[in-house]
């Protein structure tokens, strides 16, 4: 199964100002989901982040907001943001089954986002380096588990090069240079 970005829509989870400086490689996390953001929107791939109570937790990361649109996020309480309405009435609008996800922490809210897609019927792509926890033997066994369950695991490259499929389209040397 090859990803595609008239299938896809990126979902960035929860990377977000108070809690990334506890995240382990917050920095590498950050980075790629902002080329997979950058990426999506040069090729037309949905994107939306999620933020766990971000009274508490504080707002999406500023460098990813930035590249957000302006409805770019939905607020959630529940771990799983497939347990939201309002998430799942933001794919419903968008219409796609193929589902990637970036975000923090691999071991909770990004699993069980992912568990929970997947257990309805969404295939569901991880971004193994656009993820992590706050001590990385979690972030490892939410991978695996995720894995385990259904996820296809992947790369931020991976992502970028399935979206584009050839090399001789218009966005190629633009998505080329956010992987240099």
Not at 103 to 121: F, R
Not at 143 to 165: D, K, N, P, Q, Y
């Amino acid at each position: 199964m090859l990803l595609s970005s008239e299938r896809s829509v990126l979902v960035v989870v929860d990377i977000q100002e108070k809690l990334m400086p506890a995240i382990a490689e917050s920095a590498r996390v950050e980075r790629n989901a902002a080329t997979l953001l950058k990426g999506a929107a040069l090729l037309g791939v949905p994107a939306f982040a999620t933020e766990q109570y971000p009274k508490g937790l504080g707002p999406t990361a500023a460098s990813l907001r930035a590249l957000l649109p302006p409805d770019g996020v939905v607020e959630k309480i529940s771990f799983s943001a497939a347990r939201e309405p309002a998430f799942l009435e933001r794919l419903e609008r968008i219409g796609r089954r193929q589902i990637v996800l970036a975000g923090s922490e691999a071991h909770v809210c990004v699993m069980q986002t992912a568990l929970s897609l997947v257990g309805l019927g969404f295939e569901v792509v991880l971004v193994a380096d656009a993820v992590s926890s706050r001590v990385p033997a979690n972030a490892e066994l939410g991978i695996a588990r995720m894995r385990a369950a259904g996820a296809t695991i992947v790369s931020t490259e991976m992502v970028l090069f399935e979206w584009m499929e050839r090399s001789d389209i218009p966005a190629f040397k633009a998505v080329l240079d956010l992987i240099r």
